[in-house]
């Protein structure tokens, strides 16, 4: 039997980006967490002596006076304790290509990868063609798995009972390793695993 990873022949980039506002012609990312794993639950990191897993804070255009800052955002770096982080942390530039230097193993023969997560399709992606380039081309569109967009149809099909339960910290590593576990939760709930 075929497994899906000799289907897909491409790795998934769990991708999560804290940001400054939603707009990336405005706002700046200020964290960016990443985890390569298989495509195929339960999403597991495969074995390797390359890296698996990304984390970099990102030091904002204009920081501190013209950083352009979004209310929710800005309250919500302040109560992770990320705002605290920022200053004198690695800029853009340099983390866009380490990036890129993490994902560079794990290009199938295609040069792709493909992009997983929560909001990927909709947030994240728009930050990821304006600000980092070079990753952005090397996704395998169209393989981008949203759990965001499973979520709200599991609710809407479900009822809120469903929902998968945990805080959300809006730092990037803790909240791409909560998408991970939220898919894997809706998994086993429509196959009728769970209580």
Avoid at 13 to 32: A, M
Avoid at 62 to 88: H, I
Avoid at 97 to 120: E, R, T
Wanted: charged residues 20%; hydrophobic residues 35%.
């Amino acid at each position: 039997m075929t497994s899906p990873s000799d289907q897909l022949s491409i790795y998934f980039l769990w991708l999560d980006l804290e940001t400054t506002g939603p707009d990336p012609g405005f706002n700046s990312p200020i964290e960016v967490g990443a985890m390569i794993t298989h495509p195929y639950p339960p999403y597991e990191s495969p074995e390797s002596n390359h890296p698996t897993e990304f984390v970099s804070v990102i030091e904002p255009d204009g920081w501190p006076s013209r950083t352009m800052w979004e209310d929710n955002s800005l309250r919500m770096a302040v109560q992770s304790g990320l705002y605290n982080r920022l200053e004198g942390s690695t800029g853009l530039t340099q983390v866009a290509m380490n990036l890129v230097g993490f994902v560079q193993p794990w290009l199938n023969h295609d040069g792709k990868i493909a992009l997983a997560g929560s909001g990927v399709t909709h947030f994240d992606l728009k930050f990821l063609k304006h600000c980092f380039p070079l990753l952005y081309d090397y996704l395998g569109y169209p393989h981008y798995y949203d759990v965001g967009q499973l979520r709200r149809w599991i609710i809407l099909e479900h009822g809120e009972d469903a929902r998968y339960q945990a805080p959300k910290m809006h730092r990037a590593l803790a909240d791409v390793e909560l998408h991970i576990a939220e898919a894997n939760h809706y998994r086993k709930y429509l196959k009728g695993e769970l209580p």
